[in-house]
Every structure is written in structure tokens, then in C-alpha cells.
């Protein structure tokens, strides 16, 4: 299966559970969900976005605004893709920023 069918297949079926079992709580679990390039892609994948330097200023500056909008969610929980071994690695930094700590 390829990566592109692993995700779209991930994808339906954690909606779908959300879906079923979301309706039997009293409230809707909103999700909300973003897709983007790999930032740090190690050049495997079959077709390749070619983009501009995302440390460029401009760059730096739209990912600012992005993070300002997600802030806005209070979101209490976030998913992202990286390896298992980096979880502990990522937590800390969330952390870190969910208590003003990290910029």
C-alpha cells in the first residue's frame, strides 16, 4: 500500500470512529485537520514538492501566523507526524509552549 493510501485509509477511519463515537456524548469532538508539506522530508517519498526555503523570513513569518490562528483553539490535544522514538522529545516541547515557555 502506498504512503499516500496508508494516510487517506488512517484518515477515514479516524473520522469515522469520531463520528460514532461522538454521538454518544453529549458534545461533538470538533477536529480540526491540516495537512502540509514535510518539512524535513528525507527524500523518499514517490513525488516530491519542490518548494522555497521555509526558514526564509516570509516563510517564518506565515508560519507565525498559522501558529497564532491553532493557539486560538485551545486545543487540548494535538497530533502530529513524527517517529515513536521522538515522542517524550516532542511532549516536552509542546509542553513547554502550552505554558508560554517556549518560543
Do not use: C, W
Not at 518539512?39 to 519542490?50: G, R
Not at 522529545?89 to 509542553?95: A, F, K, P, R, V
Request: aromatic residues 10%; glycine residues 2%.
Amino acid at each position: 500500500m502506498t504512503f499516500t493510501k496508508t494516510i487517506f485509509t488512517f484518515l477515514i477511519i479516524l473520522l469515522s470512529l469520531t463520528t460514532i463515537f461522538g454521538q454518544e456524548s453529549k458534545h461533538k469532538t470538533k477536529i480540526l485537520l491540516i495537512g502540509t508539506i514535510h518539512f524535513e522530508t528525507p527524500h523518499l517519498d514517490a513525488f516530491e514538492l519542490k518548494t522555497d526555503n521555509f526558514l526564509d523570513p516570509k516563510r517564518q513569518k506565515e508560519l507565525e501566523e498559522l501558529t497564532e490562528v491553532l493557539k486560538r483553539t485551545n486545543a487540548d490535544k494535538v497530533m502530529i507526524e513524527k517517529p515513536l522514538n521522538q515522542q517524550k522529545q516532542i511532549d516536552s516541547l509542546y509542553n513547554a509552549y502550552s505554558k508560554n515557555k517556549y518560543t
